[in-house]
């Protein structure tokens, strides 16, 4: 019986080759199976929006543009690609090789431009300054930064020149862009909602599609940084080159907020041996707390910042520092420790400190509806140094 079965399995085995044999490619719904996977398309966006305001927050201009990039899942197979915008009324299409070609010419010309973007600052400023001795500090600056910018462009090489003209040459001969490239640059009439598809479509002719409701935002004022005066507490820092490192830190009354703190100096500044985390010169607090340190600046209201500086101490006794951001309201040391006042407030020890050695310190508050605050310094029990004020606006 076994011997049958065997034989049996053999001539199955052999009417199956023999079947596999006969399949052709040739006909119809036999061999290999239809390729039925199409693409699956996506992209990705870039809010590359620009914009200027005068110092009065007026729109002087604005630029909506967004970087668009397709892509599918198909890695070969010869896709092509359509976009759509709806709305389309005024949208611009700008070839995404454009800013890439400014930059390489900022970059050439990297001196000038810094130059030229030093004295757009001041110009900015400019209409908007009150203080006559200001102003004049002002356009004696402007003067003094356009000679800087004739001799700078006067430097410049035959070869950067060359390289100039060759970007420009570039820029001027870049096909434009067309709703058919994978990745471009739509500019936008102004704020709104559109609708941005794209259409996907394979070698083999199968196509999708997908879509994204994009929303352009109005373009709003950039939140100016706070101006610290002597934020490092260095002679000649004051906007006009004059000031003993601690001028712009007295307060309206030495009667009421307490005397201005003293100045410190050391002779070596950063170099070998020193422990000041910059400059020759940091505010010295004496023990018996007496001395503080007040400022006010002005702030943007809704804005929120970053405030950092620097503390040391003397090891002798237990003592500590306080920074506070305190509201314009406060008429007095008194006032200011109302909780009504203090905005933000951080308190440093020298528990666990090494003798004169800074430590960085951070405080973020929130303008809320002040237009401008106050950075109050105090101290106690024991002899202590802040240096190096700054502040970031938080995004």
């Given at each position: 019986?076994?011997?049958?079965?065997?034989?049996?399995?053999?001539?199955?085995?052999?009417?199956?080759?023999?079947?596999?044999?006969?399949?052709?490619?040739?006909?119809?719904?036999?061999?290999?199976?239809?390729?039925?996977?199409?693409?699956?398309?996506?992209?990705?966006?870039?809010?590359?929006?620009?914009?200027?305001?005068?110092?009065?927050?007026?729109?002087?201009?604005?630029?909506?543009?967004?970087?668009?990039?397709?892509?599918?899942?198909?890695?070969?197979?010869?896709?092509?690609?359509?976009?759509?915008?709806?709305?389309?009324?005024?949208?611009?299409?700008?070839?995404?090789?454009?800013?890439?070609?400014?930059?390489?010419?900022?970059?050439?010309?990297?001196?000038?431009?810094?130059?030229?973007?030093?004295?757009?600052?001041?110009?900015?400023?400019?209409?908007?300054?009150?203080?006559?001795?200001?102003?004049?500090?002002?356009?004696?600056?402007?003067?003094?930064?356009?000679?800087?910018?004739?001799?700078?462009?006067?430097?410049?090489?035959?070869?950067?020149?060359?390289?100039?003209?060759?970007?420009?040459?570039?820029?001027?001969?870049?096909?434009?862009?067309?709703?058919?490239?994978?990745?471009?640059?739509?500019?936008?009439?102004g704020p709104g909602e559109y609708t941005v598809g794209l259409t996907v479509t394979d070698n083999l002719g199968k196509s999708d599609y997908t879509e994204k409701l994009v929303t352009v935002n109005q373009a709003i004022p950039?939140?100016?940084?706070p101006e610290i005066g002597e934020p490092g507490f260095e002679d000649n820092s004051l906007f006009d080159g004059t000031g003993d490192g601690r001028d712009s830190w007295r307060s309206p009354s030495s009667s009421k907020w307490g005397s201005v703190f003293q100045i410190n100096t050391d002779s070596n500044g950063r170099g070998e041996g020193s422990d000041l985390p910059e400059g020759v010169q940091a505010a010295k607090f004496p023990s018996d707390g007496t001395r503080t340190g007040y400022q006010e600046i002005e702030v943007t209201p809704g804005a929120t910042y970053v405030l950092t500086y620097f503390t040391a101490f003397e090891e002798t006794s237990f003592g500590d520092v306080t920074v506070s951001i305190v509201s314009t309201n406060a008429d007095s040391l008194e006032d200011a420790k109302l909780e009504a006042n203090i905005i933000a407030s951080r308190t440093d020890t020298n528990v666990g400190r090494v003798d004169n050695v800074f430590k960085k310190h951070a405080i973020t508050f929130e303008a809320g509806e002040n237009e401008a605050v106050i950075i109050l310094i105090t101290n106690s029990g024991v002899e202590s140094r802040v240096d190096a004020f700054d502040i970031t606006v938080k995004q």
């Open positions: 019986m076994k011997k049958y079965l065997i034989k049996l399995k053999y001539i199955v085995l052999g009417t199956f080759v023999s079947l596999t044999a006969c399949v052709s490619d040739d006909l119809a719904n036999v061999g290999d199976l239809e390729d039925i996977t199409g693409p699956t398309p996506f992209y990705n966006l870039t809010d590359v929006t620009s914009s200027e305001f005068d110092c009065n927050d007026v729109e002087l201009w604005a630029k909506y543009d967004f970087n668009f990039q397709g892509g599918s899942n198909l890695a070969v197979n010869g896709t092509s690609y359509q976009w759509s915008v709806s709305p389309s009324e005024n949208v611009a299409l700008i070839n995404k090789d454009l800013p890439i070609l400014e930059k390489s010419i900022e970059a050439e010309l990297a001196a000038v431009v810094a130059l030229e973007k030093e004295i757009a600052k001041l110009q900015f400023k400019l209409p908007c300054e009150t203080n006559q001795a200001k102003k004049d500090v002002l356009e004696a600056q402007i003067v003094d930064f356009e000679a800087q910018l004739a001799s700078a462009q006067d430097a410049l090489s035959d070869e950067t020149i060359q390289n100039v003209a060759d970007l420009e040459s570039q820029i001027a001969n870049l096909p434009a862009a067309t709703l058919q490239d994978r990745e471009l640059i739509f500019s936008f009439p950039t939140i100016p940084i």
